[in-house]
C-alpha cells in the first residue's frame, strides 16, 4: 500500500507543485484539488487494467461493469 501512496505524492509534486509558484495556501489548494480531480478521473493509470482512470476502475468494480448507466455528479464522490 505504501508504494501506491508513494507514487501518488512523487506524482503529485512533479506534476503540479513543482510547477506553480504559489502565492497563498488557497491557490495551492484549488490547484492541488484540480490535479487530483485529474489525476482519478481523466489520467491513464498503467497499473490498472486497460490503463483505465481510477474512477473508471471504482465504477466498473461497484457497478459490475455497467458504466453507461451511471451518471457521475459533485454528489457522487461522497458516496464512495
Known amino acids: 500500500d505504501n508504494v501506491f501512496i508513494e507514487r501518488l505524492w ?4 512533479y506534476e503540479c507543485v513543482y510547477l506553480h509558484a504559489f502565492q497563498d495556501g488557497l491557490q495551492a489548494r484549488q490547484a492541488i484539488d484540480a490535479w487530483l480531480r485529474y489525476y ?20 466498473l468494480a461497484r457497478f459490475g461493469g455497467h458504466e453507461d448507466k451511471v451518471v457521475l455528479s459533485s454528489s457522487t464522490y461522497g458516496r464512495f
Open 10 to 13: 512523487r506524482s503529485l509534486k
Open 40 to 59: 482519478n478521473e481523466e489520467r491513464p493509470h498503467s497499473f490498472l487494467t486497460g490503463d483505465r482512470t481510477p474512477m473508471k476502475e471504482l465504477i
